[in-house]
C-alpha cells in the first residue's frame, strides 16, 4: 500500500536551516508528482512546493521562493525539503503528498488530494 512518511521536524531559531525527508514505500516515485504543503496554527493546509515526475517542472509558493528547495532521489525511493532563512511564520505541520501522473505538478491540496504523509512539526522559535 502508498504510504509516505515524513521527518526531520523539529525546533529551530529564526534564521536557521532543516531539511525534511519523505520516506515513500508501496510505489516506485519515478512517474509520480512530489509536493510539499504545510498547515500551521488555525491555518488551511498550503502549497509549499512540488515536482513534476520528470524534474521538468517545480512550482513554489511566493513566501518560500529562494529559501527553499524541493529534490527526490528516485532511486531511494526519497523526498527531500530544504528550508533556509527559516521565520516564526514558517512554523507548521509540514506534509509531502505523491500523485500517480506525469503531467506537470499543480501546487494544490485538490490536485495532490490522493496521498498524504502524517505530517511532521517544525517550529521556528527563538
Known amino acids: 500500500q502508498v504510504q509516505l512518511v515524513e521527518s526531520g521536524g523539529g525546533l529551530v531559531q529564526p534564521g536557521g536551516s532543516l531539511r525534511l525527508s519523505c520516506a515513500a514505500s508501496?510505489?516506485?516515485?519515478?512517474?509520480?508528482?512530489i509536493g510539499w504543503f504545510r498547515q500551521g496554527p488555525g491555518k488551511a493546509r498550503e502549497g509549499v512546493l512540488c515536482?513534476?515526475?520528470?524534474?521538468?517542472?517545480?512550482d513554489y509558493a511566493d513566501s518560500v521562493k529562494g529559501r527553499f528547495t524541493i529534490s527526490r532521489d528516485n532511486a531511494k525511493n526519497m523526498v527531500y525539503l530544504g528550508m533556509n532563512s527559516l521565520q516564526p511564520e514558517d512554523t507548521a505541520v509540514y506534509y509531502c503528498?505523491?500523485?500517480?501522473?506525469?503531467?506537470?505538478?499543480?501546487?494544490?491540496?485538490?490536485?495532490?488530494?490522493?496521498?498524504w504523509g502524517q505530517g511532521t512539526q517544525v517550529t521556528v522559535s527563538s
Open positions: 503528498a505523491a500523485k500517480p501522473t506525469t503531467l506537470p505538478c499543480r501546487l494544490s491540496v485538490d490536485w495532490f488530494r490522493d496521498y
Open positions: 508501496g510505489f516506485s516515485l519515478g512517474n509520480w508528482a
Open positions: 515536482m513534476s515526475s520528470g524534474f521538468s517542472r517545480t
